[in-house]
Structure formats: structure tokens, C-alpha cells
């Protein structure tokens, strides 16, 4: 179980960052508040953090169970640019 929640953290803290430099570059510019671009931008992440982790999970779930931080990196990264093809 633990292995998900870290499957979900990294997942979750990379679409984060991503989606706060891309909704500053166009929001911010439009008038929006920077507390109104975190928000929206912790809401798209989270959810972008359940869809991909569950693609994984549905993918690699017997991989998944009890592997080290790095490996889970790996899994993360190969299921993430899975999940951009779509």
C-alpha cells in the first residue's frame, strides 16, 4: 500500500510544478491572482495525479508492490509518458 502512496506523491509533485508554470505563463498575464493560480492549479494536479496513478497501478500493480523509492521512480517516469500519449 505504501507503494501506491509514493506512486501518487511523485506523480502528484511533478504535475504540480508543471501545472503552475503553465497556468502562471497564461493566467497571470490575464489578471488572475497567483492564490488563484495555486488553487486551480493544486485541483488539475491532483486529478491528473488519480488518473495517471491509477493507469499504472491498473498497468503495473503487481510490479508496483513493495519496490524501493528509485525503482518506483522508473515505474513513475515510464507510466507518465505513457500516459502523455493518450
Do not use: R
Amino acid at each position: 500500500m505504501h507503494s501506491y502512496i509514493i506512486l501518487f506523491a511523485l506523480i502528484g509533485g511533478a504535475t504540480l510544478l508543471a501545472s503552475i508554470t503553465l497556468f502562471s505563463i497564461i493566467l497571470i498575464p490575464l489578471g488572475m491572482s497567483l492564490k488563484s493560480v495555486i488553487i486551480i492549479s493544486l485541483i488539475v494536479s491532483i486529478l491528473a495525479a488519480l488518473i495517471i496513478s491509477s493507469k499504472i497501478i491498473a498497468n503495473y500493480g503487481n510490479k508496483i508492490k513493495n519496490k524501493s523509492l528509485k525503482q518506483m521512480i522508473e515505474i513513475a517516469k515510464e507510466g507518465y509518458h505513457c500516459s502523455n500519449s493518450l
